[in-house]
């Protein structure tokens, strides 16, 4: 699906004519009108060391990752999702509804020139690393097209942007910024004081059990570290990380330091193209891996991918771990 840059070069030159607010910045989105200078836009503000301003709100969204298809379903403003892509998984029961009619661009990141020719107005991506001209588009390159651009805070990942670590505090602003941005701040608000309820109401397990966080990777597994999303999930739940020292949040680690450390429960998280069957095959099967208590126990617990990144999803991530702990 990607293409290589000097494609950019020329899509920009076919495709400028057709986009809004081509060679314009900020970004207009073709609703914005006065009303907008009494609901806070212009909005600016600096993304990921971006300075991003959006004139008014956006209104032809391409979203690209769970975490920010799943952020605008919940924030009521799913209609204005003129495609996604690069999903994580199955969206949650509750949203299905919401995504009917929602085209499929790309099951992985789009090429810009794909993203340019449904003419949005924003690019919301979970990930930096999809914002470049081999990808969706080059941020300043979208700009100036008149095409905004967003990545979750969570994700940034120069020195001083990426929440470090990451706290459902920081999740939470992201979803109140969310709503200042796409106009659905009293949405916003409900989600978060709904999810800060839902957090507080869980009973984290007080049994000091150790876990690890197996991502992917068969030979070195890559695992979840001290500073993302699996540590503050681990830790809300009452699991301690064996790797939770790591300064990172994810990290590559070795089964010989998993078998040293010998966790009491094993996370496995489970995505169609890495089962979390397919990891408990691989645990079983490896001689060194066999032995761990976890292993030879069945204790064993799953994780959604999708619930794995900064999302709507993590604290239901937490109250699954507390229930799937209760009955191991």
Excluded: H
């Excluded at 979203?63 to 403003?77: C, D, F, N």
């Amino acid at each position: 699906m990607r293409v290589r840059r000097s494609l950019f070069s020329a899509s920009l030159v076919v495709l400028a004519a057709a986009v809004a607010g081509c060679a314009s910045t900020p970004a207009t989105p073709a609703s914005a009108d006065a009303d907008d200078a009494r609901s806070g836009y212009p909005l600016t503000l600096d993304n990921c060391g971006f300075d991003l301003s959006v004139a008014g709100p956006p209104q032809r969204i391409v979203a690209i990752k769970s975490s920010t298809i799943e952020l605008l379903l919940s924030l009521g403003v799913g209609d204005r999702i003129v495609a996604q892509a690069f999903s994580d998984g199955p969206l949650p029961d509750a949203l299905r509804d919401d995504a009917k009619g929602i085209e499929t661009l790309s099951e992985k990141v789009p090429s810009q020139e794909a993203t340019l020719a449904l003419e949005p107005d924003m690019v919301f991506a979970g990930w930096e690393s999809n914002l470049t001209a081999e990808g969706a588009g080059d941020r300043a390159a979208l700009a100036e097209l008149g095409v905004a651009s967003y990545v979750s805070p969570a994700a940034c990942t120069g020195d001083g942007y990426a929440p470090a670590p990451l706290t459902f505090d920081s999740v939470f602003d992201s979803i109140s910024e969310a709503g200042r941005i796409f106009d659905a701040e009293e949405a916003a608000a409900d989600l978060v004081e709904e999810q800060r309820d839902q957090l507080a109401a869980l009973t984290p397990d007080d049994r000091s059990l150790t876990a690890v966080w197996y991502s992917s990777g068969r030979d070195t597994p890559f695992v979840g570290a001290g500073t993302g999303a699996p540590q503050m999930i681990m830790s809300a739940a009452g699991l301690k990380n064996i790797f939770g020292d790591v300064g990172d949040s994810w990290t590559s680690a070795s089964w010989e330091a998993v078998a040293a450390q010998d966790p009491d429960v094993i996370v496995l998280v489970d995505s169609a193209w890495n089962t979390a069957e397919s990891k408990i095959e691989l645990l079983r099967s490896n001689p060194l891996t066999q032995q761990l208590t976890a292993v030879r126990d069945a204790r064993f617990l799953v994780v959604d991918f999708p619930a794995t990144e900064a999302g709507v999803r993590n604290v239901s991530a937490v109250a699954s771990l507390i229930d799937q702990l209760a009955s191991s």
